[in-house]
């Protein structure tokens, strides 16, 4: 079985741009979670989507945002980038929910903003 | 508020010996907890969750964990420790949240170094 795949692995912006991360979870999964890594903030929850429905969202400002397709699959997007964004963006994706399921992480975008 | 931490930003092993990476954490209600490995430019993997039952988990790896609920811990153990070892460890906990829902909240990590 595949795993968690995202694109694209690596991404360099510049400030006042916006990107597009893409995630695809492992089949069957329907719960996609969304984390920022950071060596000063460690990692931090986005948000949490599950049948196209944002169920959890963290203490991120509103130009960060994200979505869940159909098939599972999900993006998050990112607005006017500032050179705090710069992160290991990583997701997650379980078969019901991050509660009891273990969580299968994917190998992260590395978004570097200049 | 809900918490983990990890107090030690590293700990250092030589390989052979038994290894602990502590975790302490801070929730209401019963604790849902899991640890997790980083190796380099890699995502998290799975080791092991607490959600009920026997206070010892047996995870990947050769890893275990003891929950210890007086003590509010959840220590990453492992007997006799391999130079491959060597990674970020993650503890985290769940948060309680609507529904059936829940998010992670992650300690801040501590390297393992296992000498040779």
């Known amino acids: 079985k595949a795993g968690v795949t995202q694109t694209p692995r690596y991404l360099i912006k510049t400030r006042g741009q916006q990107v597009t991360l893409s995630c695809s979870p492992i089949?069957?999964?329907?719960?996609v979670s969304w984390y920022q890594q950071t060596p000063g903030q460690g990692l931090q929850f986005l948000f949490e989507?599950?049948?196209?429905?944002?169920?959890n969202k963290g203490n991120f400002p509103g130009r960060f945002s994200g979505r869940q397709f159909s098939n599972s699959r999900s993006e998050m997007n990112v607005s006017t980038l500032e050179l705090g964004d710069s992160a290991l963006y990583l997701c997650?994706?379980?078969?019901?929910?991050?509660?009891?399921?273990?969580?299968?992480f994917g190998p992260g975008t590395r978004l570097t903003v200049l | 508020a809900q918490s983990v931490a990890q107090p030690e930003d590293q700990v250092n092993v030589a390989e052979g010996n038994p290894l602990t990476v502590k975790c302490t954490y801070s929730?209401?209600?019963?604790?849902?907890l899991f640890w997790y490995v980083q190796y380099p430019n890699r995502g998290l993997q799975f080791l092991l969750k607490?959600?009920?039952?026997?206070?010892l988990v047996k995870g990947s790896y050769g890893f275990e964990a003891e929950f210890n609920k007086s003590q509010t811990s959840f220590h990453l153990k492992k007997p006799s420790a391999l130079v491959s070892d060597s990674a970020l460890y993650f503890c985290?906990?769940?948060?309680?949240?609507?529904?059936?829902?829940?998010?992670?909240?992650f300690g801040q990590g501590t390297t393992l170094q296992v000498k040779p």
């Open positions: 997650a994706s379980s078969f019901t929910s991050p509660r009891l399921d273990e969580q299968f």
């Open positions: 089949s069957g999964h329907r719960s």
């Open positions: 989507y599950f049948s196209e429905t944002q169920r």
């Open positions: 929730v209401s209600g019963n604790p849902y």
């Open positions: 607490y959600i009920t039952g026997d206070n």
């Open positions: 985290a906990v769940r948060a309680l949240g609507s529904g059936n829902t829940g998010k992670l909240i």
